[in-house]
């Protein structure tokens, strides 16, 4: 089959085009998912000052990343205990050994 | 069992965003009689009383601003035609009076009638005439995006029919949750386009479970390796924004967004699986999440109610909700080189039928599904037991050398 052409949009790139529904609805629901986070992953950005498409994708990028941000931190403090529990054991058995010498 | 289902393995969903059956696929009845789009009988009745039939007149963009109403009340009026009587009967009746309520023009409400012709869109035409096109998908509510969306994801909405942002109810759980606790364990991401464009499935992501997320970036790169999870879920771009790579322009089709930059993401979505070594392995679905209160002619069936009911105030058409009819129709193509060409769908599905389709294929016996998860239609058939040729879409003995190739 041949190779179907697809026409490229043209001027079609507008961040200042006024927010739709579905970037409002998805601002607040990040607004919600930003209460939740610890405050040093808060952005200073206040949503209802939002009114252009380009305003809202740089929210939506900054909580989206916090939250990201959130998690990583989370799971990398379980991880620090693991970790030293892991060096603890280790350090216990080189003692023994060395008694048992 | 057939060669096609035996070799599936993954499964792709890439879901769009606003546009109607008729607005996007409907010119095809001219070339395939079989696909119930757009005839010369269909019309709406303006706010003057002249009937307006549908043109193939639309345009990529700047056409359909404001974006036309497709909140519960406004839909209610675009199928019911107005009447909100005891005992009303859908008649698909009411598109234009809706869209002249946003503006008060006659002449601008008539564009919700316009659709685009076959030559305007030569990725979702050519993929509806080459694989499987659904004559009958429905929106799973005669509303806007977010509870339509899941509906996708948890096969209910937990009786929501607004934007609000909604939390899981138990026991019902995501079909990405379902997937990775299974035993055996199963993989399953949800892409998003990127960190900009983000998800508008945040619930998911307020859970502990950042990995069940990627980028489309990432999804590229696991469709190049060869390490698709089991399902995947596409999300498309939606906001014009600047990032490393430059200017990016939103491909989700939402009106007023571009519909040649979405053209070139679904092309982007399927050259990724074609190219890939997963293509006689996977199946890739494109699916619009609801019609944005464009004009479409199939009156949305009767459906198993939902356990949860919307109340009159929740609605705002001063009448519950009890989740017993679907959405009105839209676009839906399934895509897989074990699919012999020009296939045409006749039955009912709407979006419960993806996480039900996902469940029965993966996971075979599920228990806790919400009534209308249990009893929407699958689309491809489970993996075990007898296989009904006839319902069986993925049923050529060899994998197709003759698909098509789109130059992005």
Redesign the interface.
Known sequence: MALIHVPRPRNAMDPDRPVNALLKAQMLHLHDAESKLPVRHHTDIYINAIKTEGEAANYIRQVTEAIHAAHAAAAAKRARPAAKRAKRAKKKAKTKLGRNA | MPPGLDNLKHIVVLMM?NRSFDHMLGSLTAVNPQIDGITAALSNPDTTGAAVQPQPLAE??GQLDP?PDHHFPAVDLQIFGGNTGAGRAANMQGFVKSYFNQQQDVGHSQKIMYYFAQNQL??LT?LALEFAVFNRWFASIPG???CNRAFAHYGTSFGRVD???LYVNEPFQSIYSRLINANPKHTAKLYYY???????E?TN??Q?Q?ELFGSYQQFLSDCSSGNLPDYSFVEPN?????SDAG?E??SDQ?????I??G??FI?SVYNAIKSSPLWPNTALLVVYDEHGGIYDHVVPPACTPDQFTASANDTGTGMPFAFDRLGVRVPAILISPWIPKGTVVNRVFDHASIPGTITKFFLGAYAPRSPRESSADVFIEPNSGAVDPTRNLLSLNAVRT???????
Request: charged share 25%; proline share 10%.
């Open positions: 965003e990529f963009q974006d030569p990725v050519t806007p995006t977010i934007m609000d942002l990127d960190t900009t464009s983000s998800t508008m945040i992501l307020l502990n950042p939606y906001s014009d924004h600047d200017e322009v939103a939402h009106p007023d967004h571009n040649q930059a053209e070139l092309a003759d698909c098509p190739d789109f130059d992005v």
